[in-house]
């Protein structure tokens, strides 16, 4: 299998160099739109850009209003700064992702709780979540949810949509009414993602995209915050911009701000990245299924969107039967110049999270050690 799968992969990007996981493709009027900006000499976070950019991604996701940031991280730390966690909070999260959901988390002093992941997804499982909550949690007599053991409030739900798949949105969001928790989603891998038709991270109230060199567009680094609500929304960009009350000259800033504003000359790269996204989707469509038929009928398993949801297919990713042959792919690709991954390693494992709170991580564990991901870039030869 492994000789078939490097022979196939070196098929598809018609190359004898090194293949990468993901890689972005400019093909379209990036450098166009990159030269216009600094003709414009507007390159840093005021320019039309900046909101055209938004504009692009309102209309794609139907977001009541996006907000642009330097980065994914940064919309994280917004949005979870929007939905009023605060420092001591505890917050309900995969350990199965990337450390970014967490640092977000660290910085604002807030603490993680690890609850585990569903295969289904691979993302934040709704039983898993609802069975921590019920064994761990209670609500007072002001209808906030405390953690039994600690007194510590439970303020948010974060689930990430790992690899675009999306997480079983409608069950996570009837635990948080529930439990009078807020939903943040970690949306920083599935733009283009759908969930029962809706756009990834329109269904909680706020949501954070990642356009990282890695993600399926890029702007180079920058992120962006999706509200669901436009007055909370227009608050949000308000707080990312140093909180400044407009006005002629005056300086005056009315709560603390962060400098968090996209520049112009990274969402000018965006804009541009926007026009491609549609065929970007079609092409990682066609590979996943070339992918899956690959793998049908060996012992890996070709990991596929849930029946629930259009996904887009990010990073490809296969289940092998077992941690040594895992290891031994691994190997054998990456010595090949095909580069192959595994998932994270967990969260609790990291020394900043030794001591955090988490519940039954059985299923994250168990992929933990049989996932491999697979090169996933877009390309032409793809239709
Ligand atoms: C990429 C990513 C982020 C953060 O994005 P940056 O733009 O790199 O800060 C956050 N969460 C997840 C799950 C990601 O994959």
């Given at each position: 299998m492994n000789?078939?799968?490097?022979?196939?992969?070196?098929?598809?990007?018609?190359?004898n160099d090194f293949i990468p996981l993901h890689a972005p493709t400019f093909s379209g009027n990036e450098k166009a739109y990159v030269t216009d900006a600094i003709d414009s000499t507007f390159v840093s976070s005021v320019g039309k850009y900046v909101e055209d950019f938004e504009q692009h991604i309102e209309a794609y996701t139907g977001t009541a209003k996006a907000v642009a940031t330097v980065n994914g991280t940064a919309a994280l730390h917004t949005a979870m700064h929007m939905a009023g966690v605060k420092p001591g909070d505890l917050v309900i999260t995969q350990a199965l992702t990337f450390v970014a959901t967490?640092?977000?988390l660290y910085h604002m002093g807030a603490h993680?709780?690890?609850?585990?992941?569903?295969?289904?997804?691979?993302?934040?499982c709704p039983v898993a979540t609802e069975a921590y909550?019920?064994?761990?949690?209670?609500?007072?007599s002001d209808g906030v949810c405390i953690h039994k053991s600690t007194g510590q409030r439970i303020n948010a739900v974060v689930p990430m949509h790992t690899f675009g798949h999306p997480v079983e949105l409608d069950e996570l969001l009837a635990v948080c009414m529930k439990w009078k928790l807020i939903l943040v989603e970690d949306a920083a891998e599935s733009l283009g993602s759908f969930y029962k038709g809706k756009h990834t991270g329109t269904i909680g109230d706020f949501s954070a995209i990642s356009f990282n060199g890695n993600k399926i567009i890029t702007t180079g680094g920058g992120g962006m915050v999706l509200c669901s609500n436009l007055e909370a929304g227009n608050h949000t960009r308000h707080v990312t911009t140093t909180a400044k009350v407009p006005h002629p000259y005056e300086f005056y800033h009315d709560e603390p701000g962060f400098n968090y504003r996209l520049p112009n000359l990274n969402a000018a790269l965006g804009c541009a990245q926007m026009e491609v996204l549609p065929t970007f989707l079609k092409q990682k469509r066609v590979l996943a299924e070339q992918?899956?038929?690959?793998?049908?009928?060996?012992?890996?398993?070709?990991?596929?969107?849930?029946e629930y949801a259009q996904s887009n297919y990010w990073l490809n990713a296969i289940i092998c039967p077992d941690t040594d042959s895992r290891n031994v792919l691994l190997k054998e690709t990456n010595e090949q110049g095909v580069m192959t991954r595994p998932i994270w390693q967990l969260m609790h494992r990291l020394p900043m999270f030794k001591n955090a709170l988490k519940g039954d991580l059985t299923v994250s564990e168990w992929i933990e050690a049989?996932?491999?991901?697979?090169?996933?870039?877009?390309?032409?030869?793809?239709?």
């Open positions: 000789k078939k799968l490097i022979s196939f992969v070196r098929d598809v990007y018609q190359t967490c640092n977000a993680p709780i690890f609850v585990d992941v569903s295969k289904v997804s691979l993302g934040l909550l019920e064994k761990n949690a209670k609500l007072n992918y899956k038929t690959l793998f049908s009928g060996s012992h890996f398993q070709f990991v596929v969107e849930p049989h996932l491999i991901n697979l090169p996933s870039s877009p390309s032409m030869l793809l239709q």
